[in-house]
Structures are given as structure tokens and as C-alpha cells.
């Protein structure tokens, strides 16, 4: 199962959703990365799915994604978005944001296969350097012949 991760205000929480920002959802639009976790009267934490077949569920973090996954018995493929490489890059905020990422992976390592990726190429880097053993080649950005 394909999931994408994004990162919350200063990486304060990784959650599980594809757009750059929370169109899709509800309350106010806004990037995912200036919208705090729990903080705030218009947080992601208390927003809800607003079209779809999903209207009403909430966004996962990436440790429900994880569990839901690992209840399915498929493998779990992550690509974490080049968004995110603003706040793993920053001094002030990498090391809380890269264990959000990195902690539910290493948690789950030894029950859950998880195979993680980046189409941002410095991200992939980093990755691959923190998990070895579940870092994947990127997936093709268009078409194959």
C-alpha cells in the first residue's frame, strides 16, 4: 500500500496525505507544513476528510497509516515529499522531524516490511543512509515504455 508523507509546522508531526496543502480537508486551506499538528483552533489534527469516499475520517499520522497498513498484511511503501526537505534540511528543527519519520519506521522494522523513497534526491540521500535496509529507488516520475 502507497502512502505519501508529509511533514507538519516545524516537522512536528509526520502525517499521511498526498496534497501539498489542505485542500481536500476542512477549515481554512493552507500548506501542510504551516499547519500545526495539535496546536491552534484550525489544526490537521482536528480537521476532517471533506470529499470522497473517506469524508469525515481524519488525517493519519504516519503511526496509524503504519498500523492500518501492517493489519492489511501489505507492505508498506512511503514516499516522504519533497515538502518535508524544508524542515529536514534546518538545523532548528531536523532532528524532531527526522524521528518522526525515522522512529515509526525503526519501531515497526522487525515485524513490518516498510520500503520508504523520495523523488527529492537530497531526501532519497538522507534516507537511504537512515534506513539501508528499506530504502527503495524512486519510482519513475512519468510513463514507462
Partial sequence: MEGDVQLTQHGTKA???????????TGTRNNITNTWWAAGDDNLRDRRIARGPYTGEQVYT??????????????????????????????AYAAGAWKEISDPI???????????YSLDSWIHTELAKRHPASSRAPRPAGPTA
Fill in 15 to 25: 502525517v499521511m496525505w498526498h496534497n501539498t496543502s489542505t485542500n481536500g480537508l
Fill in 62 to 91: 504516519l503511526r496509524q497509516w503504519l498500523d492500518h497498513v501492517r493489519s492489511t498484511g501489505l507492505i508498506a511503501l512511503l514516499e516522504v515529499k519533497p515538502e518535508a526537505r524544508a524542515v529536514l534540511s534546518d538545523p
Fill in 106 to 116: 525503526k519501531e515497526r522494522q522487525a515485524s513490518q516490511r516498510i520500503l520508504v
